[in-house]
């Protein structure tokens, strides 16, 4: 198994662009969130999914869209980048009831 | 926030040395995890304990989980180089909907 993908590993993108931030697990995993990650600190949560159709904001969701259209898919949509978004982002899914989360090897994202 | 908040932010010992972090929250919770981060790589997930629970053991991790103090300790037995990471504590608040808030983490550094 691939476990949770995250397509691309590095990206440089230019204020005001957009893009979208690919999250993909083969576990048929129902929970899936998104997390930024900034130097020295903790994860911030997103958004995050308890399944398909189903979306939540977090604690950081300003700037951000995301969707679940189905359930290995959870895409992380950047509406006009800020460098203020210069960051590691982290997928991350889990099975229903008890245990952890497994995390993808995360994208580091560089606003200029 | 809700945020767990991770002591001390920093630890530094030897080879062979117990490593003790602690974590505090702020609500009830329906459990705690503990995830390692190695540098530039994405969490793993160590351990939960749920709030019913009070010591929980996985091969030389040991957490205590008191939910009258909102606290919660991991314990290294034996460290080796290797354990050389951030340790991070997540709470489970959501009633059920996995929805994880991660502590700004502490930087454990294993000395041969």
């Known amino acids: 198994n691939a476990g949770v993908t995250q397509t691309p590993k590095f990206q440089v993108l230019k204020t005001g662009q957009s893009m979208t931030l690919q999250c993909a697990q083969d576990?048929?995993?129902?929970?899936m969130s998104w997390y930024r990650q900034d130097p020295g600190m903790g994860l911030r949560l997103i958004h995050y999914?308890?399944?398909?159709?189903?979306?939540d904001q977090g604690e950081v969701p300003n700037g951000y869209n995301v969707s679940r259209s189905t359930t290995e898919d959870f895409p992380l949509r950047l509406l006009s980048a800020a460098p203020s978004q210069t960051s590691v982002y982290f997928c991350?899914?889990?099975?229903?009831?008890?245990?952890?989360?497994?995390f993808g090897s995360g994208t580091r994202l560089t606003v200029v | 926030s809700q945020q767990g908040e991770e002591d001390p932010q920093a630890l530094s010992i030897q080879e062979g040395e117990n490593a003790t972090m602690n974590c505090s929250y702020k609500?009830?919770?329906?459990?705690l995890q503990w995830y390692r981060q190695n540098s530039g790589r994405g969490l793993v997930h160590l351990i939960l304990?749920?709030?019913?629970?009070r010591e929980k053991h996985s091969g030389r991790l040991r957490v205590t989980l008191d939910t009258s103090k909102k606290s919660s300790s991991l314990l290294i037995t034996a460290s080796r180089a290797a354990d050389t990471a951030s340790y991070f504590c997540?709470?489970?608040?959501?009633?059920?909907?996995?929805?994880?808030?991660f502590g700004a983490g502490t930087r454990l550094a294993v000395h041969p």
């Open positions: 576990m048929n995993h129902e929970y």
């Open positions: 991350a899914s889990k099975e229903t009831g008890a245990g952890g989360y497994t």
């Open positions: 304990i749920r709030s019913n629970e």
């Open positions: 997540a709470t489970d608040f959501s009633g059920g909907y996995n929805k994880l808030i």
């Open positions: 999914s308890v399944g398909a159709g189903i979306t």
């Open positions: 609500t009830s919770i329906n459990n």
